[in-house]
Structures are given as structure tokens and as C-alpha cells.
């Protein structure tokens, strides 16, 4: 949503850090810019991931000294949130429409997801971040703008966006550490260079469930041919639908069948 220009500054929320002023140059003999600090940061984590991402890493990839840095953020968990708060620059989200309010959200949950496998570990980074920073907040009215146009319940609106933000960042975590274990199994330094084959682990865990004993295991069995096999997209749009029928079932006309808010 465009911002009116009259509209009040946000006032800077209890998450937010301070922060050295946007236009200090370091002394450094390139110019040193937050901007610089970022994409070196993001640099690192896609090469070593997040336990491996420090200052010093950061400064030894620019070329300068992990002091200097310190004129751009200041700290790690600073510099964590200006990562996050980057990968959603150009973000947004449409006007609602009561008439495709689920096609919306089905969007939004997609770009999130893919702009989170856009990096390296970024979902380890949303899931330890608050998003209501002057940056983000936008995001989060624009979110719950849709809810509320679509006709959910006060309540439900309210813990609706966190509920689909916590299933897509879990299930990107997930795609990470299997895409990080594919790495190591094939011994890959770069984790992007790998990927799972699904298939094999999906025809691997269907064989074995379809082997279980029948007495102890009956549902497994009877499942066995259904389980993992699906590809990774194809198990977060069901995922997602799920989730969005549930949402359903709270609109107002869908009667008395309703779940209480």
C-alpha cells in the first residue's frame, strides 16, 4: 500500500535497535555503506550458513576491519534484521478483494516461501525476528487488511497472519536442513549445489510403511502409497489449503456450522 504523505512517521517500536545514523562513511579506503555491510552478510551466509556468519566474517569479506562495521550496525543481531527487513524491500501486497481473498493469500504465503529460499538459512533468521518494525509494519497492516476484508472474525484475523507465517518459515526450516544434508552427503561446500531427491526418499520411506506389520500398523499400510510423495511445492500447497479452509469455516456465512472464534 502506498503511504499518504501526510500520513504521521511510525513510531519506532519496543523490537527495534539503535542504530548509528544511515549516512556515516567508515574510514575505511572503499566507502562503506549499510547497503555494502548487508550484501557482504548475505555473501557469507549463502557460503557458511547462519552459525557461520559472524562480524569478523563479514569485515574479512569486505576487505576491512571488523571495527569499521560498526559505523553501519550495531551488532549481529542488528545486522540479522536489516537481512530480513532487505529480503522484503519491494514487497507487496495487493488491495484486498473479498472475492479472492484465499487466491491472495495463496500468493503471499508462495512469495514468502520463495523469497526465504532465496538465501541460505533465512528462515532460522525470520523465526528469531519480530516483524514490527517501521519497515515491516506496512506488511503486517496490509496482511491483516485482507483478513478482515475477506470477513474473518476479529480474533481470527488477528492470529491468522502468524499462524500462516509460522507454517511458511517451518517448512522452508525444514527444506534447509535437508537440502544442508544432501550437501554433506554429496560433500558439497555450497548447500545451493545439492538437492534431495525426493523421489528415491519418498519410494524408500512408501516401501518401508508398506512393509510394517499389518496388526500394529494398519493405517500406515493403507497410506504407504500416498506418504512423502508429493514434491516439495506440491506438499506446501496442500499444506497452505489446509490451512486456508480452516480459515474458512470461521466466515460468518458459513452458518451454524462455524467453529466459535
Do not use: C, N
Not at 15 to 43: G, H, I, K, N, Y
Not at 117 to 140: C, K, N, Q, Y
Not at 233 to 240: A, E, K, P, T
Amino acid at each position: 500500500m502506498a503511504a499518504d504523505d501526510t500520513t504521521a512517521p511510525v513510531p519506532p517500536s519496543p523490537w527495534e535497535r539503535e542504530r548509528p545514523a544511515r549516512d556515516r562513511v567508515s574510514t575505511a579506503r572503499a566507502p562503506l555503506t549499510r547497503e555494502r555491510v548487508v550484501e557482504a552478510a548475505f555473501t557469507v551466509l549463502d557460503r557458511q550458513g547462519l552459525d557461520g556468519l559472524s562480524m569478523r566474517q563479514v569485515a574479512g569479506e569486505l576487505g576491512v576491519t571488523v571495527s569499521a562495521l560498526y559505523a553501519h550496525v550495531s551488532s549481529k543481531d542488528d545486522l540479522l534484521e536489516l537481512m530480513y527487513t532487505r529480503l522484503f524491500d519491494d514487497f507487496a501486497i495487493p488491495e484486498p478483494d473479498r472475492e479472492r481473498w484465499e487466491e491472495q493469500l495463496r500468493d503471499f504465503a508462495r512469495s514468502v516461501r520463495r523469497r526465504l529460499l532465496s538465501h541460505r538459512d533465512m528462515a532460522r533468521i525470520s523465526m528469531g525476528h519480530v516483524p514490527f518494525t517501521a519497515e515491516l509494519l506496512p506488511h503486517v497492516e496490509s496482511l491483516l487488511a485482507l483478513f478482515r476484508a475477506a470477513g474473518l472474525p476479529d480474533r481470527i484475523a488477528a492470529e491468522a497472519g502468524d499462524l500462516i507465517s509460522t507454517y511458511v518459515d517451518g517448512f522452508v526450516l525444514e527444506e534447509g536442513i535437508w537440502q544442508d544434508r544432501a550437501a554433506r552427503q554429496a560433500g558439497d561446500d555450497d548447500p545451493s549445489l545439492s538437492r534431495p531427491d525426493w523421489r528415491e526418499m519418498a519410494g524408500e520411506m512408501q516401501d518401508y510403511f508398506a512393509a510394517l506389520p499389518a496388526a500394529d500398523f494398519p493405517h500406515l499400510r493403507a497410506l504407504s502409497g500416498l506418504m512423502v510423495m508429493d514434491s516439495s511445492d506440491d506438499r506446501f500447497d496442500i499444506g497452505l489449503e489446509i490451512i486456508l479452509r480452516g480459515l474458512a469455516s470461521y466466515l460468518p456465512d458459513q452458518g451454524a456450522g462455524a467453529p466459535d472464534a
